[in-house]
């Protein structure tokens, strides 16, 4: 390719009127190259009319299928324990079960102890035998299973392993306190924690209103009802407020603490926060370590109220159905666990859940809130 160029010159400027022309000024040609034009060939525009689609939908999760896989893995992990076990050096004492069978076995006075072969289980804080109260022998069995269901010494170091051990525990630790054979004022310190739950509870942070940024094609599929995640959030909370502040606490109000549009939690009124605080400083010590682990694993003060009550023995007036009045339905495992989660619910319903992670933590939150109920009922 030639390149043909012309020499351009500038005239001299000899007057301040001529700098203007200086701007303007065009030379004879601009010749850069001498190849041949072409035109531009244009794409196709769209010819599909009407509003785009819908987006995909998550497909219907396989729980028949994970149960199986996770026992099938439950089963090799097992195996593979059990081989290293009968493999260990004379050593790793930790490493090794040094029982072989667990009973459950009555004091004089009354109580349960739990033996492994013939040691009894101890308390971790204070050392001395792990009492059961006479009226929970199904505490004292679940106890008995949790640790026969351990495979070696070193998983007793760790409270997930024994849920219903370590929360027997802190009740049995509260128990000694109040009665001042325990140092320690383990009652004022939960009573402090638990109250800071209340101006964050999860039952009482509801989400905006629906707005045009809202994903509508998911939000109006047929099993949501055309409802949004706040009407959903409301009706779930207004039974159980209405229940607090009707058995529990008579009188007080309970606002949520997001309003529509708020990112700033609000308090709740000062009454209503003495009555709450007094209400959990009277507790016994078996409410009290149930109400804790309740308020921990959901983050609502309210719900872990609502569960501890339905299932306490020592409420048992609070629920008998009044003359003429119609029975309210049980509020159990389930109703609690949903209250908890109701936005991870409406996530996952629209996006999906990830796997080992979200089923996980839904299977765990349950094991918490049966604990709880295993820790605060009875048969007296």
Known sequence: MKLSTSKVTAPLLHKPCQIS??????PSSYNFHTGTSRAATPLPLPTAVGPPPAAPLPAASQYGERVDRRRRQAELLKRGQDLRASHMKPGSALKKRFWKEVHVKTTPEGHHTVHLDGRPVRAPTTKSVLPIPPSKPHLASAIALEWDLLVSAQQALKQHHIPLTSIASRAYDIALQDKGQAPGDARQE????????LDTDTLLCWAPARSQHDAMQLEESADRANKSLREIQIRVARPII???TTCIWPGIEIKPVLDDGSIVPASQPQETRDVIRGWI???GP???????RAVLAGKSLCVAARLVVEWS?????????KEGASI???????????????EVSWQTGMWGEVEDSHDVDKEDLRRQFGSVILIVSGTS
């Open 21 to 26: 022309n200086l701007f303007n000024y065009t």
């Open 328 to 342: 309210s339905p049980k509020f159990g495992i389930e109703e609690a666990a949903e209250a908890c989660s109701l």
């Open 286 to 292: 078996w409410e009290l370590a149930g109400l804790e």
């Open 281 to 283: 400083s009277g507790l």
């Open 242 to 244: 209405s229940y607090l």
């Open 313 to 321: 023995e020592n409420f048992r007036s609070v629920n008998e159905p």
């Open 190 to 197: 939960m009573v402090t924690m638990l109250m800071r739950y």
